[in-house]
């Protein structure tokens, strides 16, 4: 009986010393998602959504991912804290967009979770000029009123771009490869 509660003890702690390397696991099932800025944006003409266009993410001077987006919906994009990426928006015909994430965050909070939505506004391109957008339109970064990312406003005012606020459509709960569904809320998204 002893030689079987050590048995079962050296088990418990092993398993607890595995388990404590890996993301938790709740009752349901479910994963918690890792720590990091979940960005959700979408991209418009005209105030209509666009589709097939693409987005760069851009870390170090050079390209970290590709996303292209064939659907209307939004795309969700996991960023690593304490970092600067450089997202570009692309479509052939249109001029393409720059937005700058600054993902650096104080002391005790690398571990959290953030998330930021926005939607971007990609005008056409009359004719090809040979220019290219060199300069972003937007700045994304922590603060620390509100405990989360926002849209700096001193970057914008410095550039002349100040966003304005729409509501984005309620959205059905979709897939998520992190956590299985995922329920979407009415949001106000900053369009910029």
Do not use: W
């Not at 994963?31 to 170090?60: T, W």
């Not at 005008?123 to 989360?148: H, W």
């Not at 005012?157 to 009415?186: F, H, L």
Request: hydrophobic residues 35%; positive net charge; aromatic residues 10%.
């Amino acid at each position: 009986m002893n030689r079987q509660l050590q048995f079962l003890f050296c088990v418990l702690i092993v398993h607890h010393s595995l388990s404590a390397r890996t993301e938790c696991v709740p009752a349901t099932g479910l994963v918690f998602p890792r720590a990091g800025l979940e960005i959700s944006c979408s991209v418009s003409q005209k105030n209509s959504p666009m589709r097939d266009y693409q987005v760069l993410i851009i870390e170090n001077d050079s390209v970290y991912d590709t996303i292209y987006a064939d659907l209307t919906l939004p795309i969700y994009i996991q960023l690593d804290l304490n970092k600067s990426y450089l997202l570009e928006f692309s479509k052939p015909g249109f001029m393409e967009r720059l937005v700058l994430i600054d993902t650096k965050v104080p002391d005790g909070k690398n571990k959290k979770r953030f998330s930021y939505d926005f939607e971007i506004e990609m005008p056409l391109r009359y004719c090809d000029t040979g220019y290219y957008a060199v300069r972003p339109i937007a700045k994304i970064i922590y603060d620390p009123v509100s405990d989360g990312f926002g849209y700096d406003l001193e970057y914008a005012k410095s550039i002349g771009n100040i966003p304005t606020m729409i509501a984005a459509p309620d959205q059905k709960a979709e897939k998520s490869p992190v956590n299985g569904k995922r329920g979407r809320k009415k949001v106000e998204r900053k369009k910029i």
